[in-house]
C-alpha cells in the first residue's frame, strides 16, 4: 500500500492531472475511490451514459446515529485555447503561492481539501457520525446522469443521510464570506413569432414578426415579478437573443426567434411562472395576427435550506477558524444542491470563486489549507452536536 498523500495542496495538485473534461473523470474517481478505500471507506465507482459516479461510505464500528454527506465534481469545463495558459492547464503548477490549474477552484480544490479533513478526522477523533461522498463527472456538462442519478441510486440502495455539504467555490472575498443557504430557480423560454412573409414596401400585404415580437419583449420584461423574500433578491426576467435569420433588407420575414431566461427567487415556481407568461402570449396572440409560440425549460426550482443547525455550524467553524463573518447567500447561478434539497437539507462553501472557468484558472494555496482546517472543525462539531 503506498502511503496516502496527507497535504490538501498536494491532493489538489494530483486530482488537476487528471483531464477530466466535462463529462470525463479521466480516472480521477478511481484515483479517489482507492484514496478512501485506504480511509475505511467502502467505495462504489459506477458509469451511466459515459457518466462516471463515486459514492462512498464511511461508519464507526460502533455504529452511528446521523450522516453527513459531501457532494461535488471532479469534472471540469475545457480550458479554451491552452497556449493562452501561463502553464499547463492541468500541472497543478504552483508559483507565488497559487495553484493555477483548470478545477484549482472550481472544485478539485474543495474535494481535496474534504479528503484530507477526513482522513485527519478519522485518524484523530472518536466518532459517532457516518459520512457519505456523492462525488460527480457530470456537473458542468448537463448534470442529467451525475448528482441526480446518484441520489436515485442511493435511496434504491437504502443509503440515506441527514444533511449534505456542497463543496462549490461560494466565498466572495475571503474564504467564507458567503456560503449558500438556497439558490434561486431557472427558467428558460425559446420564442417563436410567426408572421407572414412579403415584400417590405408592401407590409400591408404581410404580417410583421419582428415588430409583433419587440412588441411582446416589451411587455415580458415589463412583467412585475416580485420586490425579493426574506433570503432572496427580486427575480429577474432577461431577454438574451433575438433574432430574424432575415438577410435580406427588402423582405419581412416569416418569423422571428427571442430566448430569455428567468432567475427566480421562491414566490414562484416553473409552473406558476410559465403560466403568468402564457396568458401574456394569449393576450398577445388575440390582439396581433402574427402569433406567437415559447418553448419552456426548468433548469431547476429555486430552494431555501432555512437558516438552522446546519448553517449555524458552519458559520461558527468559519467564524472560529477564519475569523470571518459569513453572510448567507441565496444568489449565484444553479449547482447540484438543487438535486440534493429534495433529500436532505443542504448548504454550500467553498473557496473563493473569482477566476472559476477563467484562462489560468488559479487560488491561493493558503486558502487551500484554511478550507481544509473550516472543514475539519466543521465535521468535529458535527460529530459532537447534531
Ligand atoms: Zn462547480
Known amino acids: 500500500m503506498t502511503k496516502l498523500i496527507d ?73 479554451g485555447e491552452e497556449s493562452l495558459w501561463d502553464s499547463d492547464p492541468f500541472s497543478g503548477d504552483i508559483r507565488n503561492n497559487r495553484i493555477f490549474g483548470r478545477g484549482s477552484v472550481d472544485m478539485k480544490s474543495s474535494v481535496a481539501a474534504f479528503l484530507i479533513a477526513l482522513k485527519e478526522i478519522i485518524e484523530e477523533e472518536e466518532l459517532s457520525c457516518s459520512f457519505v461522498l456523492l462525488i460527480t463527472s457530470d456537473e458542468e456538462g448537463h448534470a442529467e446522469y451525475g448528482t441526480k442519478e446518484l441520489l436515485k441510486w442511493a435511496v434504491k440502495n437504502n443509503e440515506a443521510f441527514d444533511h449534505c455539504l456542497v463543496g462549490e ?143 449555524d455550524l458552519l458559520t461558527t467553524s468559519i467564524k472560529e477558524i477564519a475569523g470571518v463573518n459569513c453572510k448567507l447567500s441565496t444568489g449565484g447561478g444553479t449547482s447540484d444542491a438543487r438535486f440534493v434539497r429534495e433529500y436532505c437539507p443542504v448548504v454550500e462553501f467553498g473557496l473563493v470563486g473569482d477566476t472559476m472557468h477563467q484562462i489560468n484558472e488559479n487560488t491561493k494555496v493558503d486558502d487551500i489549507v484554511l478550507l481544509k482546517d473550516i472543514y475539519k472543525d466543521f465535521l468535529k462539531n458535527y460529530n459532537k452536536k447534531v
Do not use: M
Request: glycine share 8%.
Open 169 to 311: 467555490p461560494t466565498s466572495s472575498k475571503l474564504v467564507g464570506d458567503t456560503i449558500k443557504i438556497g439558490r434561486r430557480g431557472s427558467l428558460s423560454g425559446s420564442i417563436v413569432c410567426k408572421g407572414k412573409q412579403g415584400h417590405i414596401a408592401y407590409p400591408d400585404k404581410a404580417v410583421n414578426p419582428v415588430e409583433a415580437l419587440i412588441h411582446f419583449l416589451g411587455e415580458l420584461k415589463s412583467l412585475k415579478l416580485d420586490e425579493g423574500s426574506d433570503f432572496f433578491e427580486p427575480s429577474s426576467l432577461n431577454i438574451s437573443t433575438i433574432d430574424t435569420k432575415n438577410e435580406a433588407l427588402n423582405v419581412i420575414p416569416e418569423n422571428s426567434y427571442a430566448n430569455f431566461n428567468v432567475r427566480f427567487n421562491d414566490q414562484h415556481s416553473c409552473l406558476s411562472l410559465t403560466k403568468k407568461i402564457d396568458s401574456l402570449v394569449t393576450k398577445h396572440n388575440e390582439e396581433t395576427n402574427a402569433t406567437l409560440e415559447i418553448k419552456y425549460k426548468c433548469s431547476g426550482e429555486s430552494f431555501l435550506t432555512e437558516p438552522g443547525q446546519l448553517s
Open 7 to 79: 497535504d490538501p495542496i498536494a491532493l489538489t495538485k494530483k486530482l488537476i492531472s487528471f483531464r477530466s473534461i466535462t463529462p470525463d473523470d479521466g480516472g480521477s474517481l478511481e484515483f479517489i475511490s482507492s484514496f478512501v478505500e485506504q480511509l475505511g471507506f467502502q467505495a462504489k465507482v459506477s458509469s451511466t451514459q459515459g457518466v462516471t459516479n463515486l459514492f462512498a461510505r464511511w461508519s464507526p464500528k460502533s455504529g452511528f446515529k446521523r450522516t453527513l454527506a459531501f457532494n461535488g465534481h471532479v469534472d471540469v469545463v475545457p480550458p
